[in-house]
């Protein structure tokens, strides 16, 4: 008995363990954001660790032997290029900023960027150069949007650092202005040497080249991808599986929201890939399922499935006891000896999907007219 009882318990704590927690997806990676230009989003990974400030990790100095430039982000300067990273400091993401090389021999040049939607709670942290009245450039900031006319010389760099990309924002938007598209291309006296590239750096590894003809929406993630595949078409009543496991988001998808009949309604919500559902009646449906990411972006794929009446299936023992006049429900004479007949030629049975009749089955028919069983019982 007390071992039965132990089984019993052990048992128990088994079932227990076995039922699967699904764990909440993961939000959006707080330390980066999502970079989109031309419809082509880029998860963009900071730099830092969140222990210094963008301050000293820019490192701006002005002023009497200096010039006028990041000293903190030479590792990172390209000649004649323009570059966005984000950097994580101990108070929040920062969107840097950073044109040209220190001390590359050359250079000097002149950029134009307008910006929207910036975050009501963040701070321009570094303003390069902006250090007075005299200061070459122009710095226009009202409320969520800035003007900036960055103008610089040769073996310097310019740029700045915005604090809050962690905040409260929805689409910031940056649209470029380089070399004759800037407000002060020719008149600065070194436009000359152009900006010859636009660089993403989504990770201290990788960057990705972007247009400088074309605009990038800065959010807090890139917006998930949803995908849809259905298990086949079916009958009314029987069950369809909707797959959206082939959906991705940089962060983690947090909802599948399913709409099984492709009407504008949804019917479920559900924090798994997958979701059964029966139709009731037959047609074409066109399933959707929109996938929400922990920043609430969102989007939606379909698919297609066709669903058919039920149908009606005949038993071999069904076709045999209905092929000859009398009781439909009983195997009769008659009706054995062409179920033998229809057995030895490998026949099809009258009345059923093109089946035949098996040697297991010839003798359920035989069992079944030797006892007058019913068909159905």
């Known amino acids: 008995m007390v071992a039965d009882r132990y089984r019993s318990l052990l048992l128990a704590a088994l079932l227990v363990a076995s039922v699967a927690v699904v764990p909440a997806p993961a939000s959006a990676d707080s330390d980066g954001v999502g970079v989109t230009q031309n419809g082509e989003c880029y998860a963009v990974d900071a730099y830092g660790d969140g222990s210094g400030t963008v301050e000293e990790f820019y490192d701006y100095r002005s002023g009497t032997g200096t010039k006028f430039a990041s000293y903190g982000t030479t590792h990172l300067q ?14 929040g993401l920062s969107l840097v900023i950073v044109h040209d090389e220190l001390n590359d021999g050359d250079g000097g040049g002149t950029t134009t960027f307008d910006m929207y939607g910036l975050p009501s709670d963040g701070e321009w942290a570094v303003r390069d150069d902006y250090y007075g009245e005299d200061t070459d450039d122009d710095w226009v900031l009202e409320g969520s949007e800035a003007h900036v006319d960055w103008k610089w010389a040769p073996n310097r760099t310019d740029g ?26 020719p008149t600065w006296p070194w436009y000359y040497d152009r900006t010859e590239e636009w660089l993403l750096r989504t990770s201290p590894s990788d960057t990705v080249s972007l247009s400088m003809n074309d605009s990038v929406a800065i959010t807090h993630s890139c917006a998930p991808t949803a995908a849809l595949s259905v298990s086949g078409d079916a009958q009314v009543d029987e069950s369809v599986t909707l797959d959206a496991s082939g959906s991705s988001d940089d962060g983690g998808i947090t909802e599948y929201r399913w709409d099984v009949d492709g009407d504008g309604s949804v019917e479920a919500t559900t924090g798994a890939a997958t979701y059964e559902h029966a139709y009731e009646s037959s047609g074409t449906f066109e399933p959707s399922v929109t996938v929400v990411d922990g920043d609430g972006q969102t989007d939606t794929a379909s698919a297609t499935v066709s669903v058919e009446e039920t149908t009606e299936t005949t038993t071999v023992e069904e076709a045999v006891a209905s092929y000859g006049p009398g009781d439909d429900s009983r195997i009769e004479a008659q009706e054995l000896q062409l179920a033998i007949h229809w057995w030895q030629t490998d026949a099809t049975v009258p009345g059923t999907d093109g089946e035949t009749i098996s040697a297991k089955e010839l003798q359920e028919l035989i069992y079944m007219w030797q006892n007058g069983t019913a068909v159905d019982g």
């Open 160 to 185: 700045g650092a915005y604090r809050g990309l962690d905040g409260n924002y929805d689409e910031i938007v940056i649209e470029p202005g380089f070399n004759e598209d800037a407000d002060h291309y």
């Open 78 to 91: 390209r000649s004649q290029t323009s570059q966005l990273f984000v950097y994580d400091g101990n108070q």
